[in-house]
């Protein structure tokens, strides 16, 4: 079993900054991408950032400049520096990971597993 688990999120005024993590637990074989992707309400969930294992980031152009994606490798986990937020950055925030594991069969198998979700409410 594999699970995803966030934290960091919370309440924050305009221009305050917040961190979020997300670490992987679990039978996990190998990791590749990671990421996050917000769903605010009435609207569909959204690719924020996303890092590769070799480290190559990208990012959707409304947080360019203001949010940094990394990951720590040996921890299974990424990370979410958010930086000049916005009342429009209000939402849940989603981690996802590209995990391979090894199955009952000793099978390696690739998934993507998400974690339940963490609001991030930007407001004075």
């Known amino acids: 079993q594999v699970q995803l688990v966030e934290s960091g999120g919370g309440l924050v005024q305009p221009g305050g900054s917040l961190r979020l993590s997300c670490e992987a637990s679990?039978?996990?074989?190998?990791?590749?991408?990671m990421g996050w992707y917000r769903q605010a309400l009435g609207k569909q969930r959204g690719l924020v950032a996303r890092?590769?294992?070799?480290?190559?980031?990208n990012y959707t152009d409304s947080v360019k400049g203001r949010f940094t994606i990394s990951r720590d490798n040996a921890k299974n986990t990424v990370y979410l520096q958010m930086t000049s937020l916005k009342p429009e950055d209000t939402a849940v925030y989603y981690c996802?990971?590209?995990?391979?594991?090894?199955?009952?069969?000793?099978?390696?198998?690739?998934?993507?597993?998400w974690g339940q979700g963490t609001q991030v409410t930007v407001s004075s």
């Open positions: 996802y990971a590209d995990i391979q594991v090894v199955t009952s069969t000793g099978a390696l198998k690739w998934f993507d597993y």
């Open positions: 679990g039978k996990i074989f190998s990791v590749y991408d």
């Open positions: 890092i590769s294992g070799g480290g190559r980031t």
